[in-house]
């Protein structure tokens, strides 16, 4: 079996899929090259399942045209299943059974005979750092470990391209840094990623690209960078010290924006889009001493893909349960520090 | 023992240097995705002790509750309750087995697991009869521990060997059939309520039969229901083949004639519940 490795991995045109009354594609055009890790961002209900589930072969869509490693996913979607590794938002692995055990057995079902199967386990395990747990059975294992099983599960046949859909729904944030640490691994060994998820961190940490699905549709595509500044400004931003201040710090800098402040009450910072950067920085600081609120800290960053998000949509990405500890906010340019 | 670079840049990633992976040579054979997806079934039965021991127990509660609490009060013509009941026990229980088959197969499409066997490169007919295989292998060893506690409350049956073999294949038999019917439940539910929720006529179906009473006893109207439905007739083979007398089993035909109605049956519920569980697998 060859595939035609300079072809691009998947090349969507037009894909269509209608659930009964929801739309779940409308439309969707995408071309990935190889060698990149490709973020599908989006809300819930944006579609990025739908894909998934397009691309591994278990939704034929209505309509378009789709090939996956340069074959023709509608036409021989057996030949696609040789060329993809698929880890759901679940971690499919039967808990009855070893570590090893379900590699081996995913191992078998790939089409590896019983003693490249066992080989291939030990290696896979061995990557994912579970060698020491792969005797165990599965129903002792983490949440976290678990799910890098199911990694290691889609691997083990070897596949072009591998489909994770949500891979760190639900995790805990070390747990979802030791799964970060594996996809990363895979990447250096050249699998072509395909990821979804509804964590902007999420995906400017792992992606060389980004797109961004809403309502079925791509809506904004490119690296992480470039969707940062799609959102065209940079940001100032303020911490206050007690949370009942921000609505006045709010009301304060709105006239200094280009756009609405953002309150953000978990972090107690507001945030406003401005056209003018570090101009605006000392405006702000001007407009403090007038008022009085305490406050923490003031700086100019990026706008993150949060922002870029809402800019795009109108609405913010459904990650409120995103910590905002797990600080990824783009080069935070901390010009003036506490006052 | 010095290290000539020590490469700092790399974010410590729990793994080891990874050696490239080859590709398989092509996708598995049928019968070997059968097997490797029928191990994984049986281990999962095996290493679950509260599956063994809840089926186990549950199958001894019935039967002893309809042997010692109902029996007594049932009226069965000239044969001992115990050897009415027992083969007509065994053919309902694959029901029940059967059932927990199609909570096993919609646990694994609520899971994920599905999703995982159908993006493989196997045939998925293969992946389907694979389950099925090792739910009946299942279900048959279910048939031997309570065909030997019916034994052990006084189940005598007056058979020969060989008629009783029959008896306990045609039982076996019954209940493949019957798990494709379940295969196709559990598939078609797609969630464990669900298929639970689908599997509750398995007590219609068990109840108004010939398996717990004689259908002489219920009103004229349920007799034709009851007379003319699977479990009957499969329940008046197994026990006319087991009491080694179609009389005693309230049977005006022959032992030969009542079985092979119930092959029939058999034969025709694998025809209609087998290729529509395979469609349905299969199905994107």
Excluded at chain 1, 196 to 219: K, N
Aim: net charge negative; glycine share 10%.
């Amino acid at each position: 079996m060859s595939h035609d490795t300079s072809a691009p991995t998947i090349e969507a045109v037009g894909l269509r899929k209608r659930f009964g009354e929801v739309e779940a594609l409308a439309g969707l055009d995408l071309v990935a090259e190889p060698g990149r890790v490709l973020a599908v961002l989006g809300p819930n209900g944006a579609g990025k399942t739908t894909f998934v589930r397009t691309l591994a072969t278990l939704v034929r869509p209505d309509a378009g045209e789709l090939r996956v490693a340069g074959v023709d996913a509608l036409r021989h979607p057996e030949r696609v299943r040789r060329a993809i590794g698929l880890a759901g938002q679940y971690a499919a692995v039967e808990q009855a059974m070893t570590g090893r055990e379900n590699l081996r057995m995913v191992a078998r079902l790939f089409g590896h005979d019983r003693r490249r199967a066992r080989a291939v386990a030990d290696a896979v395990i061995e990557r994912l750092g579970l060698a020491e747990a792969g005797d165990r059975l599965v129903r002792t294992y983490s949440g976290g470990m678990r799910r890098r099983l199911d990694l290691g599960a889609s691997l083990v046949g070897a596949p072009r391209l591998l489909l994770l859909d949500e891979p760190t729904t639900g995790l805990d944030p070390r747990s979802r840094n030791e799964l970060w640490d594996a996809i990363r691994a895979l990447v250096a060994t050249g699998t072509d990623v395909l990821l979804t998820t509804q964590y902007l961190d999420e995906a400017d940490q792992l992606a060389h690209r980004i797109v961004i699905v809403d309502h079925g549709r791509v809506i904004a595509d490119g690296t992480p960078g470039e969707l940062k500044s799609l959102a065209g400004r940079d940001v100032v931003e303020v911490r206050a010290r007690r949370a009942d201040d921000l609505p006045a710090l709010a009301a304060a800098l709105a006239p200094l924006g280009a756009g609405e402040p953002r309150t953000d009450t978990a972090t107690s910072r507001v945030a406003v889009p401005v056209e003018t950067g570090r101009a605006a920085v000392a405006a702000a600081v001007r407009v403090l001493d007038d008022i009085d609120v305490e406050v923490d800290d003031i700086g100019l960053r990026r706008p993150t893909l949060d922002e870029v998000f809402l800019t795009l949509t109108g609405r913010p990405a459904e990650a409120a349960d995103e910590p905002a500890e797990t600080d990824t906010r783009g080069e935070q340019d901390e010009l003036v520090a506490s006052r | 023992m010095s290290t000539t670079t020590v490469p700092t840049t790399v974010t410590a990633v729990a793994t080891a240097p990874a050696a490239a992976i080859e590709p398989p040579a092509g996708p598995p054979g049928p019968v070997a995705t059968a097997l490797t997806v029928a191990g994984r079934s049986v281990r999962r039965f095996v290493r679950t002790p509260q599956l063994l021991v809840v089926s186990t127990t549950t199958g001894a509660m019935f039967l002893l509750l309809f042997r010692y609490v109902f029996g007594g009060a049932v009226e069965t013509g000239g044969i001992a309750y115990v050897d009415f009941l027992v083969p007509g026990y065994l053919v309902t229980s694959v029901l029940f087995t059967g059932s927990e088959a199609a909570t096993g197969v919609a646990e694994d499409m609520e899971q994920g697991v599905t999703d995982r066997f159908r993006s493989l490169p196997v045939s998925r007919a293969a992946v389907v009869v694979g389950r099925v295989l090792a739910e009946w292998l299942l279900l048959t060893l279910g048939l031997v521990v309570t065909a030997a506690i019916g034994v052990a409350v006084g189940f005598r049956p007056d058979g020969t060997a060989l008629e009783v073999a029959a008896a306990f294949g045609l039982c076996s038999l019954f209940g493949f059939a019957a798990l494709w019917l379940f295969a196709l439940i559990g598939l078609t539910a797609g969630n464990v309520q669900a298929a639970q929720g689908m599997s509750l006529m398995v007590f219609p179906l068990s109840f108004v039969s010939s398996a717990y009473v004689p259908v002489d006893s219920m009103p004229g109207w349920l007799q034709a229901v009851a007379e003319h439905q699977p479990v009957t007739v499969v329940t008046d083979a197994v026990r006319s083949l087991a009491l080694g007398d179609p009389a005693a089993a309230g049977l005006d035909g022959s032992t030969a004639g009542s079985v092979g109605l119930a092959l029939a049956w058999t034969a025709g519920l694998v025809a209609v519940f087998a290729p529509l569980a395979v469609q349905r697998y299969r199905r994107p």
